[in-house]
């Protein structure tokens, strides 16, 4: 089992660009999330799935888009990249928000 | 606003003392959770406690839940400097979401 895996582990963008953070898993798991870490502000919820087809928001949503079309992926999509969204981002998934969550190893993305 | 809040915020003590870090909640739970981050690495599950229990071990650590209170903590017994990191407490809120606090930085000194 790979478990949770994110690409890319760096990226830098100009403000206004677009891309994607990769996210899957190989674990069946149906609960997948997103969290972005930043200083002093442990980890915030941007948005989660609680399965295929299904999304819905967490505690900062702004900015970001996400889709769940498989079981496996679960991309978060940043469509106009602003200096704020500056922050490590982490992945995880889990049987339920209930159960242990499995994250993986991270994204650590700047804005300039 | 978070769900779970920890204190203190960070914690600094030597090789073979205990640690305790504790976390407050605001609503009613399911279970509680207890992750580990060490630094720049994904976070990793310690220990989950249930709604119906008041403590559980595993190895060095200790948990204790007290839901009259809305309040839990972890103990690290006879620490290690392998056990620098930092520790994180969670709890689904009432929409079904699991909310991290915003965690305990722990040094373990040599």
């Known amino acids: 089992n790979a478990g949770v895996t994110q690409t890319p582990k760096f990226q830098v963008l100009k403000t206004g660009q677009s891309m994607t953070l990769q996210c899957a898993q190989d674990?069946?798991?149906?609960?997948m999330s997103w969290y972005r870490q930043d200083p002093g502000m442990g980890l915030r919820l941007i948005h989660y799935s609680v399965g295929a087809g299904i999304t819905d928001q967490g505690e900062v949503p702004n900015g970001y888009n996400v889709s769940r079309s498989t079981t496996e992926d679960f991309p978060l999509r940043l469509l106009s990249a602003a200096p704020s969204q500056t922050s490590v981002y982490f992945c995880?998934?889990?049987?339920?928000?209930?159960?242990?969550?499995?994250f993986g190893p991270g994204t650590r993305l700047t804005v300039t | 606003s978070q769900q779970g809040e920890e204190d203190p915020q960070a914690l600094s003590i030597q090789e073979g003392e205990n640690a305790t870090m504790n976390c407050s909640y605001k609503?009613?739970?399911?279970?509680l959770q207890w992750y580990r981050q060490n630094s720049g690495r994904g976070l990793v599950h310690l220990i989950l406690i249930r709604s119906n229990e008041r403590e559980k071990h595993s190895g060095r650590l200790r948990v204790t839940l007290d839901t009259s209170k809305k309040s839990s903590s972890l103990l690290i017994t006879a620490s290690r400097a392998a056990d620098t990191a930092s520790y994180f407490c969670?709890?689904?809120?009432?929409?079904?979401?699991?909310?991290f606090g915003q965690g305990t930085e722990l040094s373990v000194k040599p």
């Open positions: 995880a998934s889990s049987y339920g928000s209930w159960y242990e969550q499995y």
């Open positions: 969670a709890t689904e809120d009432q929409g079904g979401k699991l909310i």
């Open positions: 674990m069946n798991h149906e609960y």
């Open positions: 609503t009613s739970i399911n279970n």
